[in-house]
């Protein structure tokens, strides 16, 4: 009966429309699990005009820009998110590989030791803490290749 009310003009204050704010975050990831990024950038980015200093979802940014091979883009919002968050485990594995594709190996290994400091817990964060302390010892081992082959040595 209210619909009709307020259709035709005679609405009551129970009947009355409250406008609602859309939920871009939620909107975004869901996108995001349908595969499409640039779309759940444009939500992620009208959640971020709602929640400006949200470093949530500036990493879900970054996650969404290296998705889409933007990888300055994603290198920029994960540094934002973790000038506001630097305990962001996820920020600091996400820029550690990114820096790494880039060639700053020093500021890879830094973003892995933060990473490895405090692990994120769950049921998929062992393979994540594996993954990082591979590329760490890769990282570390990396030096002492390159010597060997320069001086010739095995």
């Not at 704010?21 to 975004?28: G, K, M, Q």
């Amino acid at each position: 009966m209210g619909f009709w009310r307020r259709l035709f003009g005679g609405s009551s204050s129970s009947d009355d429309l409250k406008p609602q704010r859309l939920d871009y975050l939620n909107e975004a990831l869901a996108l995001e699990r349908q595969g499409d990024y640039d779309a759940a950038l444009t939500s992620y980015r009208l959640a971020l005009r709602d929640l400006p200093n949200d470093a949530r979802i500036l990493q879900n940014m970054a996650i969404a820009f290296t998705k889409t091979r933007r990888y300055d883009e994603a290198i920029r919002h994960y540094r934002r998110a973790l000038e506001l968050d630097s305990s962001l485990a996820g920020a600091h594995y996400g820029l550690a590989f990114l820096l790494l594709q880039r060639g700053d190996p020093d500021g890879a290994a830094q973003h892995l030791k933060t990473f490895l400091a405090h692990p994120p817990r769950g049921p998929d964060a062992q393979k994540w803490v594996e993954h990082a302390n591979q590329a760490l010892q890769d990282l570390r081992a990396a030096p002492t290749r390159a010597t060997e082959e320069r001086t010739g040595s095995s």
